[in-house]
Structures are given as structure tokens and as C-alpha cells.
């Protein structure tokens, strides 16, 4: 099957053009893996690059904050860049300047939007369940009041680009006979065993059991 092209200019990958992916089974991949994402957009006071949650539903990127926040003022008005990041291990090769990472990575183009209504309450759902699946079931959802303060954006994910390394070190031909440890130091982020509240006089439900290996 042939690779799909960069759906615009902004987003065709230049350097290292082999590492670039622009299918969308990709792009959800990288998206569903990640809890947070960063969103770069500018105001009067300069360029800003701002951590936020995120979540996926369908074939949009899924953000929330408060009614009043400086970004969600921002996104409404003006194209942003969106980039998530995972870091799977460090590359060490015989050079210095052929060390690397490997890496998935997307940036995501475009104009977000505002949810309203039924379709904004629904998509909280989404976030928390994509959080802690079962969780929502035992906690209380959010009233009118907390839903009014917040509001919920998405932009959609037809205008993005991945990036992604894998393998092993590049070395120049040259440098072959430098008698040096070469490969891979992977890395992963593991969860870690759950911390329980020092008033919570509840066990552990399965899901959270879940998170620390426990549960079978």
C-alpha cells in the first residue's frame, strides 16, 4: 500500500523525510498513547507552548479548561500547532554526533472548535473513562455549574504529520572499528503500584488494582 502524502504543505516532513508517517491509523495511535499534549499558539504578549490533557474520540483531539483560561480565549481565534511526544529509548552509536532517540511524535495542525451541549457532557465522559476505564461509574459526574465554568475544545486530526525512529544506531563506515558499546537503552513509562488516599476507607476496585499489576 502506498504511503499517504502530507495533507499540506505545513505539515510535509523535510528532514529525515523516511521517519514521517501521515496515515491516520498512525496519528490516533501516537494520540491514544499519550495523557498529555502540547499546544503552541500566540498573543500580544509573545508565542506560548502549553501542556494540557487530552483525549481522543472519533477523528478529533479532545482538550478542556477553565471558561476564562488565556489559551482557550487564543485557540478559538487563531490556527495552532498541536505536538505529542513519546520517548521510546536512547540510541548510542561509536560518534558522538550519531547518537540519537527513537521516538513517536505527531504534530497537529489546524482551528479548534467548541463543543457545546449534550455532545460537550458526553466527551467529559470519554476523558474520564480514557483516564481510568470503570472509574466514572463511582464517582458523581459533573453538576450544571462545573459544566457551565468549563469548556471543551477539538480540533480535528486531518492535518497532521508523525515522525517516528525505531532500531538501532546509524554509524558512519569510518568509525566502525571504535571499540565502543553500541545499541539501544530503551525506555517506558511503567505505573507505578496505586497510593491510596489517607482518608479513603474503600479497597482498591479492580481498576485500580489494574494500574499497579495486581488484579489478574
Known amino acids: ?75 478559538l481565534e487563531q490556527d495552532s500547532c498541536v505536538t505529542i511526544t513519546h520517548l521510546d529509548g536512547l540510541v548510542l552509536a561509536r560518534s558522538a554526533f550519531n547518537h540519537t532517540m527513537n521516538y513517536r511524535s505527531v504534530m497537529i495542525y489546524g482551528r479548534f472548535e467548541i463543543v457545546e451541549g449534550e455532545a460537550k457532557r458526553s466527551t467529559m465522559d470519554v476523558f474520564m473513562e480514557r483516564l481510568v476505564p470503570g472509574r466514572q461509574h463511582e464517582t458523581r459526574r459533573g453538576n450544571d455549574k462545573e459544566f457551565a465554568a468549563t469548556t471543551v475544545l477539538r480540533i480535528a486530526l486531518n492535518e497532521a504529520a508523525c515522525k517516528t525512529r ?51
Request: hydrophobic share 35%; glycine share 8%; net charge negative.
Open 166 to 216: 525505531s532500531g538501532g544506531p546509524n554509524d558512519d563506515e569510518e568509525d566502525m572499528g571504535i571499540q565502543a558499546w553500541v545499541g539501544e537503552l530503551p525506555f517506558k513509562q511503567v505505573p507505578a503500584a496505586p497510593v491510596p488516599a489517607a482518608d479513603c476507607p474503600v479497597a482498591a476496585p479492580d481498576y485500580v488494582r489494574r494500574w499497579g499489576g495486581e488484579a489478574g
Open 1 to 75: 500500500m502506498n504511503q499517504p502524502s502530507a495533507p499540506s504543505q505545513r505539515t510535509r516532513v523535510r528532514r529525515s523525510a523516511n521517519y514521517a508517517a501521515y496515515d491516520q491509523a498512525s496519528v490516533h495511535a501516537i494520540v491514544d498513547a499519550a495523557y498529555i499534549c502540547h499546544i503552541a499558539f500566540q498573543d500580544a504578549h509573545g508565542a506560548h507552548c502549553i501542556p494540557t490533557a487530552c483525549w481522543r474520540e472519533g477523528d478529533h483531539l479532545y482538550i478542556h479548561g477553565s471558561n476564562g483560561s488565556r489559551m482557550v480565549k487564543q485557540l
